[in-house]
């Protein structure tokens, strides 16, 4: 990502990864997965990446928005068969932040 830092990507991916391992953490602790490299994320919505979570029916959409040192990382995440169970995070260099949830 040309228009984001390489240290404010990082951030970001490490606050993601938190709330991947935060939202499944029993299921990766059984099966341990290779977590999503952000240096290719898709910038909108409609062109947006899939990690899917084995187990959990469900797993993260995701999309880069902003540049340099404003840049996020927005995501949702649900398990399909659980009614309810979607949460969206805006994700920054400074942390994670769950704005919605309760969808899906």
């Known amino acids: 990502m040309r228009d984001v830092p390489d240290d404010i990507l990082q951030a970001i991916q490490s ?4 709330v ?3 939202r499944t953490s029993l299921l990766i ?3 341990p997965l290779e977590l999503p490299d952000l240096r290719d994320c898709p910038r909108t919505e409609e062109a947006c990446a ?3 979570v ?12 902003g540049s340099g ?10 398990c399909r068969v659980v009614h309810g169970s ?6 920054r260099a400074s ?4 704005v919605e949830e309760g969808f899906v």
Not at 55 to 65: A, P, Q, R, V
């Open 95 to 98: 942390g994670a932040t769950l």
């Open 20 to 22: 991947i391992s935060g």
């Open 69 to 78: 040192a404003d840049a996020m990382l927005v995501t949702e995440s649900w």
């Open 86 to 91: 979607g949460q969206r995070h805006e994700i």
């Open 50 to 52: 899939w990690f899917p």
């Open 54 to 65: 084995p187990g959990m029916y469900g797993g993260f959409k995701y999309w880069l928005s």
């Open 15 to 18: 606050h993601f990864h938190e």
């Open 29 to 31: 602790d059984v099966q």
